[in-house]
């Protein structure tokens, strides 16, 4: 069985509700296609940093850190959330 990989990431914030996936063009910006979404999050003895690192044409695009968000995973072409 193979890893889930992020296929989208949606903002959870009522004021923007900015959403980013995976072959989707970055930002409005023709040529910028998203493609890789990383989940970063690192666990510590007191606190947990959830971040997320979103790739553009294989570069680091957005980092998104401590914020809330909704994850649409894709297993084996299956889409799940």
Do not use: C
């Amino acid at each position: 069985m193979s890893l889930p990989k992020i296929k989208r990431i949606d903002s959870a914030r009522h004021m923007d509700g900015e959403s980013w996936e995976v072959g989707q063009e970055a930002g409005y910006q023709t040529g910028l296609i998203i493609t890789e979404i990383k989940d970063m999050t690192s666990e510590f003895d007191d606190s947990i940093n959830v971040s997320y690192d979103i790739y553009a044409n294989g570069k680091l695009y957005k980092t998104l850190v401590n914020m809330p968000v909704q994850v649409t995973y894709e297993i084996e072409g299956e889409s799940n959330e």
